[in-house]
């Protein structure tokens, strides 16, 4: 008997405000999926350790201005950087934890006056898509309650809600087409969403078995 296809890992984002607890609940999962003896590896965008990075990052920290369709084609630039290794990774049975990804880049650039959500989507158009996406909700003023926002660029009250309203309508147009959004409430204690994540985590897993990965917003 020849064995089947090996068992692809999942694609997992975590998407959300500044602040709402994405990167701990995304490592944390990580360390979940392991302790369930998964392969899973985290993840993050930007990556602030390539040359694109390191532009987005003097972009980010205010000692560079560029321009905004300019940053979004360098935030979408440095995903198609790390497209491969994504396709790899899943493969070869890996998980990928992801700490933001397009939608992230659709949210805040969509977000400024005179940049269209299609023209947005356009530059990740065909990336890996995701598994499932968690969308990690907070209120902007309960986001803030977690300590001032910091000397970022978008760390801003105002721009926040208006990104949050753009993930909620990103999150409202893929309800057709099935794309697997999942809420939840961050608002919690942590351990009380590690567990709803963990389950849900544990469950895509199961579920990409002879599933093709999927192309984004294709
Ligand atoms: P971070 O705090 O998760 O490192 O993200 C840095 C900032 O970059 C955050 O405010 C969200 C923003 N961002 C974009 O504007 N476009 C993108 O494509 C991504 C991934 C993040």
């Known amino acids: 008997a020849t064995a089947g296809p090996a068992k692809r890992g999942a694609f997992i984002l975590f998407e959300g405000v500044d602040r709402c607890g ?26 602030r350790t390539t040359p694109i990075g390191h532009m987005i ?17 360098l935030f979408s630039a440095n995903r198609w950087e790390a497209e491969s290794k994504i ?16 939608y992230s880049g659709v949210a805040f650039s969509a977000s400024k006056p005179g940049l ?14 995701p598994d499932k996406i968690l969308f990690l909700d907070i209120s902007v003023e309960d986001a803030m309650k977690r300590g001032q926002f ?3 660029r978008y760390e ?13 309508a990103l999150m409202e147009e893929d309800k057709a087409s099935g794309v697997a959004w999942q809420l939840i409430d961050a608002n919690r204690e942590i351990g009380s969403i590690q567990d709803e994540i963990q389950k849900i985590g544990t469950s895509v897993v199961g579920e990409v078995e ?6 984004l917003w294709s």
């Open 150 to 152: 910091g000397e970022e």
């Open 116 to 129: 269209s959500v299609r023209w947005c989507k356009d530059p990740d158009r065909g990336l890996p898509a």
């Open 22 to 47: 994405k990167t701990t609940q995304a490592n944390l999962l990580v360390e979940s999926l392991k302790q369930a003896g998964h392969d899973a590896c985290f993840m993050r965008f930007p990556d």
């Open 87 to 102: 396709r790899e990774l899943l493969k070869a049975g890996t998980t990928v934890v992801c700490d933001r990804y397009a």
């Open 57 to 73: 990052n003097g972009f980010l920290r205010n000692t560079t201005d560029i321009d905004d369709r300019c940053v979004h084609l």
């Open 156 to 168: 801003k009250e105002e721009f926040q809600r208006t990104v949050r309203a753009t993930f909620l």
């Open 210 to 215: 002879g599933k093709e990965i999927g192309s």
